[in-house]
Nanobody, 116 residues
Framework: VNLVESGGGLVQPGGSLTLSCAASGFSFSAYYMFWVRQAPRKEVEWVSRIDPSGKLTLYADSVKGRFTISRDNANNTLYLQLNNLKTEDTATYYC??????????RGQGTRITVSS
């Protein structure tokens, strides 16, 4: 399993970012995929899930209406569009294949800092 996230950075509150995750080493189109995050000194938190077809999505209450997960199975890529970012969204974001609770199924992460 190889997952490489990109797109993080420093953004002001209310701003937007798009994260990408390039997947390889497994049959990407066959798996549920996830975005999870870990804020400083906190546990890993599930953020969003997408089914293999890309038609069914699920979000944590804390990001619902602000984040959008999507995937491109032809190019083995997972995305997360983050809008109206808040300071509490500051974290390292990881893409993960099912099961996301296994660290071996996550990438190295990309850091987002939301600050004015």
């Amino acid at each position: 399993v190889n997952l490489v996230e990109s797109g993080g950075g420093l953004v002001q509150p209310g701003g937007s970012l798009t994260l990408s995750c390039a997947a390889s080493g497994f049959s990407f189109s066959a798996y549920y995929m996830f975005w999870v995050r870990q804020a400083p000194r906190k546990e890993v938190e599930w953020v969003s899930r997408i089914d293999p077809s890309g038609k069914l999505t699920l979000y944590a209450d804390s990001v619902k209406g602000r984040f959008t997960i999507s995937r491109d199975n032809a190019n083995n890529t997972l995305y997360l569009q983050l809008n109206n970012l808040k300071t509490e969204d500051t974290a390292t974001y990881y893409c993960a294949k099912d099961p996301w609770t296994d660290e071996r199924n996550r990438g190295q992460g990309t850091r987002i800092t939301v600050s004015s």
